[in-house]
């Protein structure tokens, strides 16, 4: 067997050349050597740079490292407790409570004319709202339920309840309010205000320990239910950790971040091409790099550096995500 | 007498309120291989799955070495009792050595590190399964017959004594049918593991089993020696039907033909006893009463036919049946 550590440390050179990448450029792009001496010296002459560095750019990256993390890791886990390529952090509906929850917001606020109902803070509320709703909901299930399959179903379920009420809101709203609505859906890492922060990273940073203790039952769910069983895995048990970590993962970065979509079905495949292993001891720390690169290198696409527009962070990660996934099955079949 | 295995106490399988198999009473010990047989939707599976705890039973007790199941948490139930179901393991990125050793799963500790008994427990495996060849292959890319025999040996890295295979035999081609069985049954001589195995190949069960479950259509269970069972007449009764019977000479199940028109052969060893078995097949029964009406000869390596007067001649045995058939 090959040694892993190569391929972390290819992997980790990646993830900080886009690290650096990304504060360095925007819609002001500044030298690599002026933003390396700013972040050594926790300073810079230049004030303008100290200020876009520390207070938008690097909170901003920061943001998107836990983020993909945490939808590549909650992608993982789905994909391996349903035994399918296809899962995602979504599939459990957790993006359709938030959206449900946004669009109710925004409809009441076209309603009743209450402009205060589309601040930041309230829309934050409303999607954490609906996607904790969504998750208790889930949670109920998951531990009734006899087969996984069920789960599948009950997401997609949610998914077009969710989909109902925002036609209602396309229906009844003023482009004014579609426009909230379409910002939001878009997704962005630059939401999040430092007063949240520790909301956003401590759970997600305790989400991604927990993931990396679980590993040896995640391998055991591998070979399918009945198998685990019988190497002494409490399935009832395993599936509510499971579901409980990847909700909590994928709720909490939609709720901060907006519906971002791919990078949880993608990095994951990208980690199992990269190491060829099935070992979620090294499936979940490679998930974890490989998911925040993907989503550094689409905020820094989406920035478009140099042209002063920014494009919809979704609509990058799925036209990169996407050709990504394509390469890595077609790339397989070959090997194959 | 050892402790048995697994002990069953008037257990009664199904689904929900359905019954399925009923009453059953036995004891397994070490070493042996039991092989179970019945009808298609007879219970096989539902009465493994329920000793595996996969399945609640509807009434009675299951006890391993002695400890009752409801007792076993899943975790201890690991280390009394591996499987091999028929549930297709779809897993890229994995080797055939990654895969068996997860049978070490139940005696690691959280991070599953493999110690070094452990190691050489998957290896001894391996080699016992001959399978060395193949410890280094991605499990996608097996052949059926070799990834059975990775299935088997993570079962018995799991250390168990009782293993249970629901149809390993399934998918096969014969030569790794009979293969398995024999492999089976080696691994039951040297090992103190007893293995419960469901298969439809019933002649593959009654050369290799030491012991027979048989469950009719009924539910009921017969539980003996493959002769034993054989002797009993149980296999007529429950596998007979208006077009097979069950030949308790032979051992194997044959057509019943009850029209048989009669014919002479007039020959002796191999060549008659093959030419029996065509005459059979085709509808007559061969006799060693003269007979001028219809009579086989075999004469400088040519089959002569004499029947209703009419003499003919035939190099090989097909032609004579073509000729017979048609008649």
């Known amino acids: ?336 | 007498m050892s402790e048995a295995l697994l002990k069953i106490d008037a257990l009664t399988t199904g689904y929900d309120s359905t019954m399925v198999s009923k009453s059953v009473s036995l004891e397994v010990y070490p070493s042996e291989l039991i092989c179970i047989l019945g009808p298609n939707g007879a219970g096989k599976s539902t009465l493994l799955k329920t000793i595996a705890k996969l399945l609640e039973p509807l009434s009675g007790d299951i006890h391993f070495c002695g400890k009752h199941i409801d007792l076993l948490d899943t975790k201890s139930l690991s280390q009394y009792l591996s499987i091999v179901l028929t549930d297709r393991i779809t897993l890229e990125y994995m080797t055939v050595w990654e895969f068996v050793s997860l049978g070490r799963f139940p005696y690691t500790n959280f991070m599953g590190t493999l110690s070094q008994k452990d190691k050489d427990i998957v290896d001894q495996v391996i080699d016992q399964l001959a399978i060395t060849h193949l410890q280094s292959r991605d499990l996608s890319a097996l052949s059926d017959g070799q990834r059975q025999r990775v299935m088997i040996a993570r079962a018995l890295a799991q250390n168990t004594g009782l293993v249970i295979l629901d149809e390993p035999t399934a998918f096969l081609d014969l030569p790794s049918k009979v293969e398995l069985m024999a492999l089976l049954s080696d691994l039951c001589s040297t090992k103190t593991s007893s293995f419960l195995v469901s298969t439809h190949d019933l002649d593959l069960a009654l050369s290799q089993a030491d012991r027979i479950w048989l469950i009719d259509s009924a539910g009921d269970l017969h539980d003996g020696a493959p002769e034993d069972l054989v002797l009993d007449g149980i296999f007529n009764t429950v596998f007979d039907s208006q077009q097979t019977y069950f030949d308790q000479d032979k051992a194997i199940f044959v057509n019943s033909k009850n029209d048989f028109a009669s014919i002479q052969v007039k020959d002796s060893g191999l060549s008659r006893q093959w030419l029996i078995k065509a005459l059979h097949r085709i509808g007559y029964k061969a006799t060693d009463k003269d007979d001028t009406k219809a009579c086989i000869e075999k004469i400088d390596s040519q089959w002569h036919l004499k029947i209703d007067g009419q003499a003919l001649q035939f190099e090989k045995i097909y032609d004579l049946c073509k000729y017979l058939k048609l008649r």
């Open chain 1, 1 to 336: 067997m090959k040694s892993k550590t190569p391929r972390f440390l290819f992997l980790l050179c990646i993830f900080l050349g886009l690290f650096v990448l990304n504060i360095s450029l925007g819609s002001v792009s500044f030298s690599f050597s002026d933003t390396f001496s700013a972040i050594i010296h926790q300073q810079s002459d230049d004030k303008t740079l100290e200020l876009i560095l520390f207070s938008f750019r690097i909170p901003k990256t920061f943001t998107a490292i836990l983020a993909g993390a945490s939808l590549a890791v909650a992608g993982l886990l789905m994909q391996s407790l349903f035994q399918n390529p296809l899962a995602g952090p979504f599939v459990l509906g957790i993006s359709s409570g938030a959206s449900l929850g946004v669009s109710i917001c925004i409809l009441l606020s076209s309603l009743y004319g209450l402009t205060a109902f589309r601040s930041k803070p309230t829309l934050l509320l409303a999607s954490s709202l609906g996607s904790f709703l969504v998750f208790l909901a889930i949670l109920a299930c998951a531990n009734r339920i006899k087969n996984n399959t069920t789960l599948l179903i009950l997401g997609l379920m949610f998914g077009y309840i969710s989909g109902g009420f925002v036609s209602v809101l396309f229906y009844f709203s003023q482009t004014e309010e579609l426009n909230t609505f379409m910002q939001w859906s878009y997704g962005s890492f630059s939401r999040l205000t430092p007063e949240y922060y520790h909301l956003f990273a401590i759970p997600i940073l305790l989400c991604l320990f927990a993931s990396l203790l679980i590993s040896k039952y995640l391998n055991a769910f591998l070979l399918g239910e009945n198998y685990a069983r019988s190497l002494g895995v409490s399935i009832k048990k395993f599936r509510l950790i499971i579901v409980f970590i990847s909700a909590s993962l994928a709720g909490i970065v939609t709720s901060f971040c907006g519906p971002i979509s791919f990078i949880g079905v993608s990095a994951p495949h990208i980690a199992r091409y990269v190491f060829h292993t099935s070992n979620h001891f090294v499936l979940v720390p490679a998930s974890i790099i490989i998911g925040a690169s993907v989503a550094i290198l689409a905020d820094i696409i989406s920035g478009m550096p140099g042209t002063g527009y920014t494009l919809p962070l979704n609509s990058i990660t799925s036209i990169i995500g996407a050709p990504i996934l394509i390469w890595v099955i077609l790339s397989k079949k070959k090997a194959l």
